[in-house]
């Protein structure tokens, strides 16, 4: 694949430093402690400054792409990115307004709009599908405690 | 050790068929097989679905199945790189090069079949290997003080991070935030709560399923939906076709030979997996050919060594992982995560606690290939079959799985929001041109990591030179130095020479639809 625009590594190393300080600073606030007697901010303060010197490391380093750069260049798919999200949402939702079999047909369902080949039929089949496996599988197999139908 | 060793085996031979287990050994190879076969799912996002289902499971079932879908995807993995020119995974990409071409001149069917044998080959050899190579290792463990495992962990860690894909500086980064993750919740020393942001969920720390699910479940879906190529696939492939004649398998076996001892040096180098493993023995089989042009063109050594070397580094991947505990890849790392779940220690005397789980897990790789073996050939056309079904059908039931799966590890509403947290960091990542399988590396070990660290400098009243003065620790530091020495090297040749050499050319075309795996 070629044409692609490359990924900007500046971004990524002022990332990982900005993680790397962030990580320093709050392993700072927990005692660091000493060689002796590591305190519980040793690690992640050690963890942090190797991060941040990383970060820097990355954008000095910045040079054609040696690998195929084709998984990071490809831009991102609106559609799929919410549904798949948003499918995740409204199970966290349907946990405590719906119960099972709700939570089953409505994640699928919405994850499967995600892909802007589906059709209604087999939306709405793979739905009833992942209430199958729900009920069978998780809910008498397994014995998730997770009602069939609740609300609040 | 011999003797012992041969009836500790049997012992296992007798665990790994009781039935319960043979069913989850079963279980695993054949959705291992299924998850090779289909592009678009991983195995790393296949065992992170599982994962949270075999906390319930008996520990010694719950290893036999996940690991079943390790060794099982890579059966499953050639199918589709031979007939359809799509590397499912990354260490089959390899095999395109020569079982496409094969398929063309109507040799699909035998490409199969070297496939298989290679694979079998390969593997038992693995196992052979490991019979007597981990009690070997775990006898050498055993003698280890916290500095010498800390600076095995850094090595491995090290060698985990630059040798999988991508930047070598990249990697180390992405382990380095896995140790990061792992400290998350309280300090068993002090009981500070670290990095919890006040949240009393994450006192336990950052759940694995969930860490797993999310970088390599939602994460992956995200980057595919919509942008996997659909699958077309013209032909019928009959068992019968799937026999090799004479002339290839004279011609094959030398090469899976060849494979099978380069793999089992690339499970031995913790951090190199199947893919690097495929690659260096297909370059190394076409740099070894009288007549290197018939490589790209059908050259049936070009599929035997590459498949041959896969399976035996991926037996062989095992060996570090079960006799010290050091996790030489990502999935490795979610396998002795799930261990420790299970109350399981990892490390050297994982062997002498837990003799049922390793000697019956070694059984089960046998058995499990045999299956696999069984399940790949009368049963091909099935797979066939199988490698058409829309995309578009898979992901949305992985969803379902991955809510359901990481709610009924804690029944803990929160993890299920960690997962879609860590999927859209996952996913920034990846656009960063960041591979996070390391992060696992790191997750899983970095606990154990500090506490050994911890218990060095306490030992050595502070001082940092116990880590040199030891000399087995000195020649895992020393190692590790090594490891980065020769990427500082690489790097700046790279610059001199203003390109970059690469071994093998180009994977073809289908560079979409290769999934990120480990090493």
Redesign the interface.
């Known amino acids: ?1 070629t044409g692609a625009a490359r ?1 900007d ?1 500046r ?2 190393g002022a ?2 430093g900005l ?1 790397g300080a962030c ?1 320093a600073y ?1 392993g700072y606030q ?2 660091i402690g ?7 901010g040793f ?2 303060f050690a ?2 400054c ?2 941040l010197l ?2 820097m ?2 954008v000095l ?1 910045r ?10 260049a ?1 831009p ?2 609106v ?3 919410l ?3 948003g ?3 409204v ?2 939702v349907m ?2 307004y719906g119960g099972l079999v709700p ?2 047909f409505a ?3 919405i ?2 709009l ?5 059709r209604p039929f ?1 939306t709405l089949a ?1 739905g009833v ?2 209430v199958g ?2 009920v069978g599988l ?1 809910h008498f197999v ?1 014995r ?3 009602p069939l139908f609740t609300w609040g | 050790m011999l003797g012992t060793g041969l009836s500790d085996l049997l012992h296992g031979f007798a665990v790994a068929l009781e039935w319960r287990n043979f069913l989850y050994c079963l279980a695993g190879v054949v959705i291992g097989n299924v998850v090779g076969v289909m592009p678009g799912m991983g195995v790393l996002a296949a065992i992170s679905i599982l994962l949270p ?1 075999t906390y ?1 499971m008996p520990p010694v079932g719950a290893v036999l199945m996940l690991s079943g879908i390790y060794y099982g995807a890579q059966y499953g993995g050639a199918i589709c790189s031979i007939l359809l020119n799509l590397p499912c995974h990354a260490a089959h990409a390899v095999t395109c090069l020569d079982g496409y071409p094969m398929t063309r001149q109507g040799k699909g069917g035998t490409a199969l079949g070297i496939t298989v044998i290679s694979s079998f080959f390969g593997a038992s050899f693995g196992i052979i290997l490991m019979i007597f190579f981990a009690p070997m290792l775990v006898h050498v463990a055993l003698e280890f003080g916290p500095a010498e495992v800390c600076s095995l962990m850094l090595l491995g860690l090290l060698a985990g991070s630059t040798l999988a ?3 070598a ?2 990697g ?2 992405m382990t ?2 896995g ?2 993750l792992g ?1 998350v919740g309280i ?1 068993v ?2 009981g ?1 709560q ?2 919890t942001l006040g949240q009393t969920h994450l006192a336990d720390g950052i759940e694995l399923a969930a860490l797993a699910l999310g970088f390599f479940g ?1 994460a992956e ?3 595919t ?3 996997i190529r659909p699958v077309h696939l013209g032909m019928q492939v009959r068992t019968r076709d799937m026999w090799p004649s004479r002339a290839d398998l004279r011609r094959a076996i030398p090469a899976m030979f060849r494979g099978t001892v380069i793999g089992s040096l690339c499970a031995m180098i913790p951090g190199t997996g199947p893919t690097i493993a495929s690659f260096v023995s297909y370059a190394a089989e076409k740099r070894i050919s009288r007549n290197p042009e018939r490589f790209g063109q059908g050259a049936i050594e070009g599929v035997a060594s590459p498949e041959a070397s896969t399976h035996s580094s991926v037996q062989g991947d095992f060996i570090p992982t079960m006799s010290l505990g050091i996790p030489g890849d990502a999935v490795m790392a979610l396998l002795l995560g799930a261990l420790v779940v299970q109350g399981i220690q990892p490390g050297p005397q994982l062997i002498n606690d837990h003799p049922d789980l390793f000697w019956g897990l070694i059984a089960s790789f046998w058995i499990g290939n045999i299956l696999l073996v069984i399940l790949n050939v009368p049963m091909i056309g099935i797979w066939v079959k199988i490698l058409a079904i829309p ?3 898979l ?3 992985a ?2 799985f ?3 799966g990481v ?2 590890t804690n ?1 803990d ?1 929160f993890q ?2 960690e ?2 947290v860590f ?2 960091i996952g ?1 920034v990542l ?5 591979h996070p399988a390391p992060v696992l590396l790191g997750f899983v070990l970095g606990p154990r990591f ?1 506490e050994d ?2 218990r060095a ?2 030992l050595s ?4 030179s116990v880590f040199i003065e030891s000399p087995i620790s000195a020649t895992f530091l020393g190692a590790s130095l090594l490891l980065i020495g020769v990427q500082v090297f690489v ?1 700046v040749r ?2 001199r020479r203003g ?2 050499a690469d071994i093998v050319e ?1 994977v073809p ?1 289908a ?2 639809t ?1 999934v ?1 795996e480990g090493p």
């Open positions: 694949m990924p590594d971004a990524a990332l990982t993680v990580t709050g927990y005692d000493s060689f002796l007697e590591m305190g519980p690690f992640p963890l942090g190797i991060l990383l970060g490391l990355i380093n040079r054609a792409g040696q690998e195929a750069a084709t998984d990071a490809t991102l798919d559609r799929g990115a549904c798949i999200v499918a995740i949402g199970f966290l946990v405590k939570a089953a994640t699928t369902v994850a499967a995600g892909d802007r080949t589906a087999g793979l599908v992942a496996i729900g998780f397994l998730l405690p997770l | 289902l319930t894909r991508g930047s500086l990249k180390i980064t380095t935030f140790l990061l400290i300090d020393n002090t500070t670290r990095f939602v879906f995200i980057r939906v919509n942008n995309y578009k059908y992901f949305p039931i969803v379902f991955i809510c359901f709610y009924a029944s509403v299920v929001g997962t879609v999927g859209i996913y990846i656009r960063l041109d960041f500090e660290l911890r400098l306490l009243r502070g001082s940092l790097y790279g610059k390109g970059a180009v075309s560079a979409t290769i990120h």
